[in-house]
């Protein structure tokens, strides 16, 4: 059984936009920090950003001014809103939930999502 759940992704053109949501259960959602990865061909995975419990979010530099980590507490949904995307921002992206030693991005993963394809052409 699927722990998290994402969805959205696609493909679009440079400069354009992109949601991914990532559903998961509320044991889950209140117990780990949560956060994004992204993993292009030929490429380590690497992290995109994370949201702690407390709400506090961090993205990485290559993303920052562009991406947006946010949370639906209602619906236990975590999501990142991805504005002028670029062709170099192609990847699987994948949600992850785990721990976040001193900030908000996830170090220690514990459950991963099923990934999700995002295609961005020039």
């Known amino acids: 059984q699927a722990q998290l759940v994402q969805s959205g992704g696609g493909s679009v053109q440079a400069g354009g936009s992109l949601r991914l949501s990532c559903l998961t259960s509320r044991a889950i959602y209140n117990g780990y920090c949560m956060g994004w990865f992204r993993q292009a061909p030929g490429k380590e995975r690497e992290g995109v950003g994370g949201v702690h419990r407390d709400d506090r979010t961090s993205v990485a530099d290559s993303v920052k001014g562009r991406f947006t980590i946010s949370k639906d507490d209602a619906k236990n949904t975590l999501y990142l809103q991805m504005d002028s995307l670029q062709p170099e921002d192609t990847a699987m992206y994948y949600c992850?939930?785990?721990?976040?030693?001193?900030?908000?991005?996830?170090?220690?993963?514990?459950?991963w999502g099923q990934g999700t394809q995002v295609t961005v052409s020039s």
């Open positions: 992850a939930a785990g721990s976040c030693p001193g900030g908000s991005a996830v170090r220690s993963v514990n459950f």
